[in-house]
């Protein structure tokens, strides 16, 4: 049995008063309060939402949050886990790294997606991978031969270790999910903006979220010059990962201030080549067909939209183990799982479905 299921609304005494709060207004959490459906109903078939979240809790799921139209539809967690409970989001994480890098091009740290990578990573200058872009990195095509790096725990400087990888294919022309040219964009986005990688993702993403619970995964190394961090993932709770996709469900906005441009997000969530048009920018897509990363990334291999049963315009940051942040901007929800690895792949579509088909208006 799971623990609790929460529906939180005005009778549950939260404080939610604020403009935002305005009749026909966008509705955005207040702190960590946030408010159940608004008066009148909440829109959703509640037998449909219960029966979905059963499913899914009985798959290993630690935690489900349900968002529509910005509050608090479902919340529930598994026995011994309550909010704030912090778990490894896996690669969840990089589409936390994708927005962060659309901030930095927002603010002239960075040209562009098509500028090379080269400029911030000098190991590649002069060599076959100086034709790689920021935008290969981001959409896994810069062809780089990573077999064999290890992606955790690395004891020397990981930037200098998968900055050396050789070149496997020329850029742009191969899809392979690549954890370890992904972790180069740490650092490379600490090379751009000039200052520590928290430190940058803080004030630009987590702070104006109101993401407190969230924390960097990290290890330290030894370079050439001494003690250099290493970047993996990060740790998030429920509520914190269904804040990025309320904020990623409104367009890069929170709270009336845009985050990061529209249009760099819309570009980030969208196919972002024709090799595997499911991914975009470090984000997985359900707008056309395409394969997944296996095991790893929640989706089997081969051909196949990645949510069936779901709207097309569905985006998703997703992570080992089932860690996934669903996206309906059509339908305004957001689907937050976390847990251990649940036992058929087709269990995240399945919540999303679900959740999808409770939606009545």
């Known amino acids: 049995m799971t623990s609790r299921r929460v529906f939180v609304g005005a009778a549950a005494g939260l404080a939610i008063g604020g403009p935002s709060m305005a009749a026909g207004s966008e509705y955005w959490p207040a702190g960590n309060d946030w408010a159940g459906p ?3 109903g909440s829109g959703l078939d509640q037998q449909r939402l219960a029966a979905g979240i ?17 509050r608090l539809a479902a ?13 490894e989001i896996a690669s969840a994480a990089k589409s936390m790294v994708s927005v962060l890098v659309g901030i930095a091009i927002d603010q002239g740290r960075i040209k562009s997606v098509e ?15 100086a034709a790689i872009t920021i935008r290969h990195m981001l959409s896994m095509t810069s062809g780089q031969n990573f077999r064999g790096l290890a992606l955790r725990g690395v004891a020397g400087d990981q930037f200098g270790i998968n900055a050396a990888a050789p ?12 954890t370890a040219t992904f972790h180069l964009l740490y650092h490379l986005i600490e090379r ?44 998030s709770s429920a509520r914190d990962l269904a804040r990025f996709g309320l904020f990623a469900q409104r367009g890069g906005r929170w709270a009336g201030r845009q985050i990061v441009s529209a249009a760099y997000l819309k570009a980030a969530t969208s196919p972002s080549q024709a090799l595997n048009p499911a991914y975009g920018y470090l984000w997985w897509e359900n707008a056309r067909p395409g394969r997944g990363a296996g095991v790893g990334a929640g989706g089997a291999e081969g051909a196949g939209y990645r949510f069936e049963g779901s709207p097309r315009d569905t985006f998703a940051a997703m992570g080992a183990g089932g860690q996934v942040v669903m996206v309906v901007p059509s339908l305004e929800l957001v689907v937050v799982r976390q847990g251990q690895n649940p036992a058929s792949a087709a269990s995240l579509p399945r919540l999303l479905a679900a959740v999808c088909g409770a939606v009545r208006s």
Do not use: C
């Open 75 to 87: 919340e529930r967690y598994a026995p011994g886990v309550k909010d704030p409970s912090l778990q």
């Open 38 to 40: 608004a008066p009148g």
């Open 115 to 129: 500028q090379s990578a080269a400029d911030f990573i000098p190991a590649w200058r002069d060599k076959p991978q």
């Open 192 to 235: 751009a903006v000039g200052e520590p990688f928290e430190v940058f993702a803080g004030r630009n993403l987590l702070g104006p979220l109101g993401m407190k619970d969230t924390t960097w995964l990290t290890n330290v190394g030894q370079g050439p010059g001494g003690p250099v961090t290493n970047y993996y993932s990060a740790r």
């Open 54 to 70: 059963d499913a899914a809790m009985a798959e290993r799921s630690s935690s489900v949050v349900v968002l529509h139209k910005g």
């Open 167 to 178: 070149q496997a294919v020329p850029p742009g022309t191969l899809w392979a999910y690549d």
